[in-house]
């Protein structure tokens, strides 16, 4: 449980980042969406974004953000 938490801080600290929020919200999600929808992710899945979080080399933001946003949408699109 604790792992899970590290992982989920990991990930709610990398949508909080100013260039990272800013790119998520160029695609018309808020911050507090953006935090609301990494909350609802399950363990497993918090898991897999924080591990390509931290195999991130420097300047690779953006290839994150497409697979954070492609997760969003698959939670709560096709999942609901």
Known sequence: A???QVARDTVQSFVARAEVASQ???FGLTPQ???DRVAALTDS???T?????DSLPA????TLV???LFI???WFVIRQ
């Open 59 to 62: 300047g690779a933001v953006g």
């Open 66 to 68: 497409w697979i954070l």
């Open 33 to 35: 969406a953006a935090k």
């Open 24 to 26: 998520l919200q160029a």
């Open 2 to 4: 604790a792992q899970a």
């Open 45 to 47: 899945e918090i898991a």
């Open 49 to 53: 974004l924080s591990g390509q979080i």
């Open 72 to 74: 969003v949408f698959y």
